[in-house]
């Protein structure tokens, strides 16, 4: 059982910059890779970004080099940092772990809306 808190999300000028973070508690050492998703209104469910417990960082790529992906093990935390904001970017985000004994576990999402 792993719980996930997202914190940073918020209205932000187009071009402007965002951080979101993530903390894991539980059974966090059930999880070997957390990551990034996001979902717009009448969109499906994307992956933003993943990485591994090793720090290995894996990227949509239509997300064009804007967004960093991070890790901090000592706080089992994940951070999203976004640059160079669109207005296409609008959606929630949300925080996933992926554990041991194939289970998924997601954060409540927090919105990030972009204004032109």
């Known amino acids: 059982h792993v719980q996930l808190v997202e914190s940073g999300g918020g209205l932000v000028q187009s071009g402007g910059s965002l951080r979101l973070s993530c903390a894991a508690s539980g059974n966090i050492f059930m999880i070997y890779a957390m990551g990034w998703y996001r979902q717009a209104p009448g969109k499906q469910r994307e992956l933003v970004a993943t990485?591994?417990?090793?720090?290995?960082?894996n990227y949509n790529d239509s997300m064009k080099g804007r967004f960093t992906i991070s890790r901090d093990n000592a706080k089992n935390t994940i951070s999203l940092q976004m640059n160079s904001l669109k207005p296409e970017d609008t959606a929630v985000y949300y925080c996933?772990?992926?554990?041991?004994?194939?289970?998924?576990?997601w954060g409540q999402g927090t919105q990030v809306t972009v204004s032109s």
């Open positions: 996933n772990a992926e554990a041991g004994g194939g289970y998924d576990f």
């Open positions: 990485i591994t417990n090793g720090g290995d960082p």
